[in-house]
């Protein structure tokens, strides 16, 4: 796992694939821009439906966050174009653009053997090249994944529990026991209203900082949200909203009797109609996964230049890739105008005490709005393995696929995606290893 506090994707530069090749015409450069949009998008959609690939969606998901904070705090300096700031630097040129899935985004250039170099390393760039995006999508998706379902887990688990207890208790008559599945649903759902207090903000700060030690810390996290109260109120507020689709879109197929309106009467031919509609039903679910993401490192980073700005945050707790940012910025030396609208201006009396108490309990509601909407779309349509408690797709992975097991076993599939987690961790590890062993070498060679 990566520890250190500068993007992952800085091996190789990265100018984004959506410059057309030549002197192309403006009306070219849309054009080609629109294609690379719907066939990253695409992919995107297809990487929903398996738990290994839903990894690789979060960690593309998290550099496209990242390059959004980037954006807002060069839009808040005197260095106002973007475009020209993160060129000045080697770890930031790769956001001009949209981040690939998996070659570097400037990939032609490494078809341009260099005159001094040899083609075993000529060899070597290259396959960096195309695989720089793959790589690193891999490794902050699974650090983001892990974080998360760290902290969001026990609720799952304690929902499912909970569930399957009460219906227990139901069939076997031991109604001497009969309060221990609510109870512990209760705690399960109480506890996931704590965490979804933070957990959106840590989200952003890892990504931002694309260093999973980030997520964790608290102290900063927690002076972010209150720093911005209004703007974290009507986010939940809005998350929540787009939740509610995601579960009437898992719910739904258990509405559908495929046996008589589509003459479906073998398990090939349902999976081959559900896999259709899990696609579909994936067009609604990346866009919104992404949205959320990218409004909370907005609110990110806003609270952060806040918090700096009033001094309720110094520039020696940021992380070393921030401080760097802020200082190229010069964000640290001078009180920047922050944008803002005449909305939030009229809801300002919430920055008062009284107005965080009351956006602490309105979030408490909508975060138990939500654990509400999830017990009624399991009520309706019950997911083995506790799929439907422990993973909420635009809350942990944005895994979209609910085969049932007879078509599709979901422990074998869950299993797999074990194994390749802990093989990518294994070779990442390794590869850390052999480059500290040959930078050891270098320097007794000196």
């Avoid at 080609?32 to 439906?49: A, D, E, M, S, Y």
């Avoid at 739904?252 to 009467?265: D, G, K, M, V, W």
């Avoid at 399991?378 to 909420?392: D, P, S």
Wanted: net charge positive; with cysteine.
């Amino acid at each position: 796992m990566r520890a250190s506090g500068s993007p992952v994707d800085t091996n190789v530069t990265e100018a984004g694939p959506d410059v057309m090749p030549g002197n192309a015409s403006d009306h070219g450069n849309r054009i080609w821009r629109t294609v690379v949009f719907l066939i990253k998008f695409l992919i995107g959609v297809v990487f929903c439906h398996a738990i290994f690939t839903s990894f690789m969606v979060i960690g593309w998901t998290y550099r496209i966050a990242q390059r959004t904070a980037i954006k807002y705090w060069c839009k808040c300096s005197a260095r106002s174009d973007f475009a020209r700031f993160i060129q000045d630097d080697e770890s930031t040129a790769g956001h001009r653009h949209w981040p690939n899935w998996f070659v570097a985004q400037n990939f032609r250039s490494l078809f341009r053997r260099p005159v001094n170099g040899g083609l075993g390393r000529y060899l070597w760039t290259i396959f960096k090249g195309f695989s720089s995006s793959l790589r690193n999508n891999l490794v902050l998706g699974i650090q983001g994944a892990a974080n998360t379902l760290a902290l969001t887990l026990p609720s799952g688990m304690m929902w499912w529990f909970g569930w399957d207890y009460g219906w227990n208790i139901s069939f076997y008559k031991s109604y001497e026991q009969s309060f221990i599945g609510p109870v512990v649903f209760l705690i399960g759902t109480l506890f996931f209203i704590a965490v979804m207090f933070y957990l959106p903000m840590a989200q952003a700060r890892q990504a931002v900082c694309a260093n999973w030690k980030s997520f964790w810390d608290a102290r900063l996290i927690i002076r972010l949200i209150r720093s911005q109260w209004i703007r974290v109120f009507l986010f939940s507020g809005l998350f929540v909203l787009l939740c509610v689709p995601v579960l009437i879109l898992k719910t739904a197929p258990s509405l559908f009797h495929l046996s008589e309106s589509q003459n479906i009467t073998t398990s090939e031919q349902a999976a081959d109609y559900l896999g259709k509609y899990y696609f579909l039903a994936s067009l609604y679910v990346l866009p919104c996964y992404v949205l959320i993401r990218v409004l909370a490192a907005k609110i990110y980073a806003r609270g952060l230049l806040t918090s700096l700005k009033d001094n309720l945050v110094s520039i020696e707790e940021l992380n070393p890739f921030e401080q760097i940012l802020f200082k190229r910025l010069e964000l640290h030396l001078v009180s920047p105008p922050l944008p803002g609208n005449r909305f939030l201006k009229i809801l300002g009396w919430m920055g008062s005490r009284m107005g965080q108490v009351l956006s602490v309990v309105f979030m408490f509601l909508v975060w138990a709005a939500l654990s509400g909407a999830i017990l009624v779309s399991e009520f309706l349509n019950y997911h083995e393995a506790g799929r439907g408690w422990w993973n909420q797709q635009l809350v942990q992975l944005p895994w979209f696929n609910y085969m049932p097991s007879h078509i599709r076993p979901t422990g074998e599939e869950i299993s797999v995606a074990i194994v390749l987690v802990v093989l990518v961790i294994a070779g990442r590890y390794a590869g850390n290893c052999m480059r500290a062993m040959a930078k050891d070498r270098s320097i007794a060679h000196i």
